[in-house]
């Protein structure tokens, strides 16, 4: 038995030593075009501007306003046209964060920003998504820090794991760099957190008849975290939900129990209820704002919120 | 509890150090027990009460049947015994199906019945060890052994978590006794117990998880996809059943090693069988032989006339069918089987393959290789009705592969998972066409030196599953049954 024993342990480590260097050397050897065979979804510098945006929030502090949430929140929030009415802001949104995520960047950035109010983007799917895209965004585009690895083995999926310890291999053993353009294929990147795309290039999109918002109870949990962190800092938040298509609102069900869940947190705002935002030459596709949705989201939210912010 | 989860990665350490920490037998029986009951009722405890029901009562019918000199009230034990465990998976599995039958026929007739369906949970496993407890009764009836006397012990044997869900089908004659002995730590068998789990995890998360991903497409709508991505989605689904329940066998039979226990053999390489024959002798043994022993033998077997045998072979293979599921396309899948099976039969030729095929030669002859294939295509048949939803589309699906599209090649959305997953089918298969004398490809592995190199294969093993498997726990087919 002692024997048993001691091999297993003698194998569990030599076989995690070689099962880091296998997924190393595996997702390497897989074209980028064929990545998405392997379980290590690892996207430096990918198409959220996640890579900037981290860079770019060293040289902000003591601002008015942060954004925190998913695309909806770095893709419909616009700093310069806050600053505009004299308020910093900076957006602090990623893809498809989830509000596993959110709670991370809060933990990691709120006393080095310190706003007088915190704008929390709630896209119901996000309350519903498991979180890992978001968390594998994280994992491949944040410092490497304690709480950026226990929210990747929190998972408890393979896909944040294999990604983390290629992470480790790819920027922290091998060094590689990854420095993200500002400007990538239709959209380009602004300081303060924001990712601009312009009118005109609308995609064409379809949307399933009908979208269950079945909440995940560790999504809501980690809200709750959110919620209680800004509370015992004192940090006033509103709660918003920023305009989609109305084809793609119309399709979610229990859009009412979601209204009314986020009601009992806070002071909620929902967009999608504004008639004036339903064009959908507002937006690029079924989801996201183009630069002429913004300007328009973002003065009627100014107005609303004009109260709101200290 | 499924065995291709965290859950069970943390269970199973536990359960492992408390019982080698336990001297006494009775313990370590008491222990299996609770941890049997534990892993069950993490799936939904609320049918822990029909594994105790079962076990009381074939424990106590055991005894009378046992006790009983009379022959007629031994029987009626016996009888007993057998109607309440069948009565229990006739009301869970096959109530529905039944009341769906008898609404059709009398519809057929022009009368409208008006009792309903039941919205009936179908408890995971119930179908097993249902099964294993009747052997019990069966083989006390027969005084094949004797009854216990042990609750503990003949609570685990029912309930041995290992096989409790899955199996192999276990024969009292083989488990139970196994309980009642001093169990003693062999390095050597644990050691191969671990490469056994392994080889069944690669199985079912590489193999079968991939495989389930394409089938799942391919058969919900045949009709957008050419003949040949029609055939490869049928031979998906042969390696998907496949590695998914020779996959769980392996990891059945690699736990119960640890705890020193022997499970029988489950899987013996169906896919390198030469006839249907010598397929049914491989696939899925311990159900075949159960059916053998308490149906086929008793109804006469091959004894008697010609037409008598071919009746019991039709009735194993179809009975053997409706075992699976409480659906007309399991029951097609045996008859068809049946249909396979009877011309060996007639011209004797159903035992012409006993031994395993070319031991001493690392390439099969061409006439077996072309063996092989026939009786892979035959069972490739066989699957598609065992996977459709209905006889319909099953004939649908076969009726859409014969077209000039057979010779296209497969259209299929992620054309290059579907490559990687053949990948692995053929890694699968040299592995075990390697290892195809032996209990499972990695026993072979014992003899290799250095160490290092045994080490290296588990590891890329383990790698291929972190990097390949799918990332939503997927649970057994052969859980449903």
């Known amino acids: 038995m002692k024997r048993f024993l001691k091999i297993s342990v003698v194998f569990t480590i030599v076989a995690m030593m070689g099962y880091f260097v296998l997924v190393f050397v595996t997702r390497s050897f897989f074209p980028s075009n064929y990545a998405y065979l392997v379980n290590v979804p690892y996207v430096p510098s990918g198409q959220g501007h996640l890579k900037a945006r981290i860079d770019d929030i060293q040289q902000f502090s003591d601002i008015d306003i942060l954004v925190i949430g998913s695309s909806h929140a770095y893709r419909g929030f616009d700093p310069r046209l806050f600053e505009a009415h004299g308020y910093s802001m900076f957006n602090l949104g990623s893809s498809a964060q989830s509000p596993i995520q959110s709670y991370y960047f809060l933990q990691k950035y709120i006393d080095q920003l310190n706003p007088k109010l915190v704008i929390i983007e709630v896209f119901p799917k996000t309350f519903s998504s498991d979180g890992i895209e978001s968390g594998v965004d994280l994992i491949s585009n944040c410092p490497m820090d304690i709480q950026l690895t226990e929210m990747a083995l929190g998972f408890t999926n393979i896909k944040p794991f294999n990604s983390l310890l290629y992470r480790i291999a790819d920027q922290g053993v091998l060094n590689h760099t990854y420095p993200q353009e500002h400007n990538a294929g239709l959209d380009h990147y602004v300081s303060g957190g924001y990712v601009e795309r312009q009118a005109g290039n609308q995609k064409s999109y379809t949307i399933p008849d009908s979208i269950s918002l079945k909440l995940d109870k560790k999504q809501l949990k980690a809200f709750e975290k959110t919620i209680n962190l800004l509370k015992n800092k004192n940090i006033s938040f509103v709660l918003v939900q920023a305009p989609v298509t109305k084809e793609l609102y119309h399709s979610f069900r229990e859009t009412e129990p979601f209204n009314k869940l986020m009601s009992s947190y806070g002071m909620y705002y929902n967009f999608n209820e504004i008639e004036l935002l339903q064009d959908s030459v507002l937006f690029y596709d079924s989801d996201h704002l183009n630069q002429r949705g913004t300007e328009k989201f973002n003065k009627i939210l100014f107005d609303t919120l004009s109260d709101e912010i200290p | 509890m499924l065995f291709n989860s965290i859950d069970f990665a943390i269970f199973l350490p536990i359960v492992f150090s408390l019982y080698w920490l336990l001297k006494r037998t009775r313990s370590q029986n008491i222990l299996i027990l609770i941890s049997s009951y534990v892993f069950y009722g993490w799936w939904d405890y609320r049918f822990l009460a029909l594994i105790a029901l079962s076990t009381l009562i074939d424990f106590n019918l055991g005894k009378s049947i046992a006790k009983s000199s009379d022959q007629k009230k031994r029987k009626l034990y016996l009888y007993l015994s057998v109607f309440a465990n069948l009565g229990i998976l006739g009301f869970f599995k096959y109530w529905n199906f039944f009341i769906d039958n008898f609404k059709s026929a009398f519809t057929f007739f022009g009368s409208e019945l008006d009792f309903g369906y039941m919205d009936i949970v179908l408890p995971v496993g119930i179908s097993f060890y249902t099964f294993q407890t009747m052997s019990y009764t069966i083989d006390v009836y027969r005084r094949k052994m004797e009854p216990t006397r042990d609750i503990i012990s003949f609570g685990a044997f029912v309930s041995f978590f290992p096989q409790l869900v899955a199996g192999p089908i276990e024969r009292a004659t083989n488990l139970l006794p196994q309980f009642k002995v001093e169990r003693k730590f062999n390095y050597a068998q644990a050691v191969d117990g671990m490469r056994q789990i392994l080889w069944g995890l690669f199985k079912k998360m590489v193999i079968a998880d991939n495989c389930a991903v394409f089938v799942n497409i391919i058969f919900a709508d045949p009709d957008a996809y050419s003949a040949s991505t029609l055939v490869l989605g049928a031979v998906f689904f042969a390696f998907q059943i496949y590695g998914d329940f020779s996959g769980y066998s392996d990891i059945a039979i690699g736990t119960s090693r640890l705890f020193g226990f022997k499970l029988m053999q489950n899987f013996a390489y169906p896919y390198f069988s030469r006839d249907m024959a010598e397929f049914w002798r491989r696939w899925h043994i311990s159900l075949s032989t159960w059916f053998r022993d308490y149906l086929y033998i008793p109804l006469g077997g091959s004894r008697g006339s010609q037409f008598m045998a071919i009746r019991n072979i039709f009735i194993i293979f179809i009975v053997s069918g409706f075992w699976h599921g409480a659906n007309w396309t399991f029951i097609v899948w045996g008859g068809l089987n049946a249909l396979f099976f009877v011309p060996l039969f007639i011209f004797n030729q159903n035992r012409k393959n006993l031994i395993p095929i070319q031991t001493r030669f690392l390439m099969p002859s061409f006439r077996d290789a072309i063996s092989i294939l026939i ?78 190199s045994r080490w290296a294969v588990y590891i890329m093993l383990i790698a291929a599953i972190g990097l390949f498997m799918q990332t939503e726990e997927t649970p057994f087919i052969y859980f449903q049954f």
């Open chain 2, 375 to 452: 009786t892979f295509g035959l069972t490739l048949l066989a699957w598609i009705f065992f996977r459709s939803d209905s006889v319909q589309d099953a004939f649908h699906y076969i009726s859409l592969i014969f077209s000039v599209s057979l010779f296209s090649m497969p259209d299929i959305d992620n054309f290059s998972g579907a490559l990687l997953s053949l990948g692995f089918i053929g890694i699968m298969l040299f592995a075990e066409w390697t290892g195809r004398t032996y209990l499972h490809p990695l026993e072979e592995m014992r003899w290799c030196r250095p160490r290092w």
